[in-house]
T-cell receptor
């Protein structure tokens, strides 16, 4: 398994503002991922964040809206920019260990008013 | 894109009963993972499957990787109240999809004491 922490655990934000979510893991990993879980829904991959390279975004997600940083092998941030109520979701980071096993952080619960 | 169809959407069972849920896809996956998500938490990995036909157990949980590589099931035997939660299947396709999880819609499990 893995120890993954996220900050903040939850936040309530005003529309038009931005929020940066931090993800810290307990050991060095190459591959980290960011997911979104809209209310009552399943998880959808936003982007893959590998250290030393630009994040790779999935269809429907763009860097201007969800800029990602990956400064080292134990840390990543996701920013939700120019927020609207439709961005209210749980945002989760994950890491991949060997054999494609993927472990998730506790999530950041975002409410946009 | 790839989609996973997970069923049933929800289950209401009595403590002690066995539970079965499954996921199917129109495309092949190289890895199947099963997660459980409790309220306010991130998904927790229960079982990982890597080979077609593989049958793996984790305590009262048993999961199988379908021989066509397009389906998987999860069984829970002798359910207990703490089994309550949302269960997700997730698959990883091969090639450039390395590490990218596609999630099923989830099965909400309620266990009555």
């Amino acid at each position: 398994s893995a120890v993954i922490s996220q900050k903040p655990s939850r936040d309530i934000c005003q529309r038009g503002t931005s929020l940066t979510i931090q993800c810290q893991v307990d050991s060095q990993v190459t591959m980290m991922f960011w997911y979104r879980q809209q209310p009552g829904q399943s998880l959808t991959l936003i982007a893959t964040a590998n250290q030393g390279s630009e994040a790779t975004y999935e269809s429907g997600f763009v860097i201007d809206k969800f800029p990602i940083s990956r400064p080292n092998l134990t840390f990543s941030t996701l920013t939700v920019s120019n927020m609207s109520p439709e961005d209210s979701s749980i945002y989760l980071c994950s890491l991949a260990r060997s054999y494609n096993e993927q472990f998730f952080g506790p999530g950041t619960r975002l409410t946009v008013l | 894109g790839q989609q996973l169809n997970q069923s049933p959407q929800s289950m209401f069972i009595q403590e002690g009963e066995d539970v079965s849920m499954n996921c199917t896809s129109s495309s092949i996956f190289n890895t199947w993972l099963w997660y459980k998500q409790d309220p306010g938490e991130g998904p927790v990995l229960l079982i990982a499957l890597y080979k077609a036909g593989e049958l793996t157990s984790n305590g009262r949980l048993t999961a199988q990787f379908g021989i066509t590589r397009k389906d998987s099931f999860l069984n829970i035997s002798a359910s207990i109240p703490s089994d309550v939660g949302i269960y997700f299947c997730a698959g990883i396709a091969g090639g450039t999809s390395y590490g990218k999880l596609t999630f099923g819609q989830g099965t909400i499990l309620t266990v009555h004491p």
